[in-house]
């Protein structure tokens, strides 16, 4: 009889997370070490990786610290050559530049392209490579509700965010006769450093808070239960999907109630 008190029980995995020194990230690395994952905590920021590997081993897990460079090819390879296994890959990291198209100069949008495309392909074709070899593992690429709907100034991430889902969804079709499962995690407004610029100017942060069907932002560690879930036995038929944890924002229209 299946044990569905293992379900999320992640027990001698090994994961890797890349942007696990700050924001969602941190908040994915912490809550698979909760759950039992040796989890590899990558960024740029090595120092920062140190920090959360202490906040994993106040909540009893444990894990190590990488420096890693996704926009290059080499420094992935040489990163994490040295890891034996992959069982579960989380990646976070993404930049934005706020611009009107007209505005977006050639190296801009190269800038945003070669992390939030360039570097998810290469991470993720790095590492799902062992994953086929092993027959199994689970890979989570965050994206973004900007993968379906946009604004003026963000059409070139929106670009990334909908291009990456596309990817995951190939590697799902062309990974799952080999176990491995790949999906996608769409957060709404989350207060990160990388929305500082909204959080900093009230008006603009309070009409965020107002779209979704919840009325406020998210915490980082609101995106964490996807996290597990899709790393864990409890989505084991789960792949080439989108998990939205959003506050409800895809769900409703407008930031106008009517008087009904």
Partial sequence: MFDYKKMFDLTGRTALVVGAGSGIGQ?????????????????????????????????????????????????????????PQ???????????????????????????????????????RYVAAGMATRKRGSIIVFSSIRGDVVEPGQGIYAATKSGVRQMVKALASELGGSGVRANCIAPGVVETPLTAQIQNQPEWYNAYAAKGALGRWAQPEEMTGAVVYLASDASSYVTGTVVYVDGGWMAQDGRFTPPL
Wanted: one cysteine or more.
């Fill in 86 to 124: 992959i069982d579960i890959l989380v990646s976070t990291p993404s930049i934005n530049v706020r611009k009107p198209m007209l505005r977006i100069t050639d190296e801009e949008f190269d800038k945003v392209m070669a992390l939030n495309m360039k570097g998810t392909f290469m991470l993720m």
């Fill in 27 to 83: 908040a994915s690395a912490i809550a698979l070490g909760a759950f039992g994952a040796n989890v590899i905590c990558a960024d740029l920021n090595l120092d920062a990786c140190h920090d959360t590997l202490k906040y994993i081993a106040d909540q009893g897990g444990h894990g190590a610290a990488l420096a890693i460079d996704m926009r290059a090819s080499v420094s992935i390879a040489e990163a994490l050559d040295p890891i």
